[in-house]
């Protein structure tokens, strides 16, 4: 977990959280600071400071997180094989209705 070491910037954050975009990470902060998993602190500061740390809640994510990482990496080959298989089986003009989007964001890493 990118957080896991202490507070980062965001600058730092989305060059520890590889392939996210700005706008994603951006996207998702405030989601992750409503939930209690992150929080954000604003130093007044010129320039603008901001640092976003993990709270004690979002601490608990760490084995859950490891875990699904662990998982991902012993069954990536089933996973990218499974949907190969199913993109064979889905006509064209399924896919471009986005029948398969809900499975085609996710990314392995």
Same mark, same amino acid.
């Given at each position: 977990?990118?957080?896991?070491? &202490? @507070?980062?910037?965001?600058?730092?954050?989305?060059?520890? #959280? =590889?392939?996210? !975009? &700005?706008?994603?990470? $951006? =996207?998702?902060?405030? =989601?992750?600071?409503?939930?209690?998993? #992150?929080?954000?602190? $604003?130093?007044?500061?010129? @320039?603008?400071?901001?640092?976003?740390?993990?709270?004690?809640? &979002?601490?608990?994510?760490?084995? @859950?997180?490891? +875990?699904?990482?662990?998982?991902?990496?012993?069954?990536?080959?089933? #996973? %990218? !094989? +499974?949907?190969?298989?199913? =993109?064979?089986?889905?006509?064209?003009?399924?896919?471009?209705?986005?029948?398969?989007? %809900? #499975? !085609?964001?996710?990314?392995?890493?």
């Amino acid at each position: 977990m990118a957080l896991s070491g &202490g @507070p980062l910037r965001f600058g730092e954050l989305r060059e520890a #959280v =590889d392939g996210i !975009s &700005g706008k994603v990470l $951006a =996207d998702t902060l405030p =989601d992750l600071e409503r939930d209690g998993s #992150v929080d954000r602190t $604003a130093y007044d500061e010129m @320039p603008p400071r901001l640092e976003y740390e993990l709270t004690t809640l &979002g601490c608990t994510l760490r084995g @859950p997180l490891t +875990a699904l990482g662990r998982w991902a990496e012993k069954y990536i080959e089933d #996973v %990218m !094989s +499974a949907r190969e298989s199913c =993109d064979k089986r889905l006509a064209p003009d399924a896919l471009t209705r986005g029948c398969l989007s %809900m #499975v !085609s964001g996710l990314r392995w890493a």
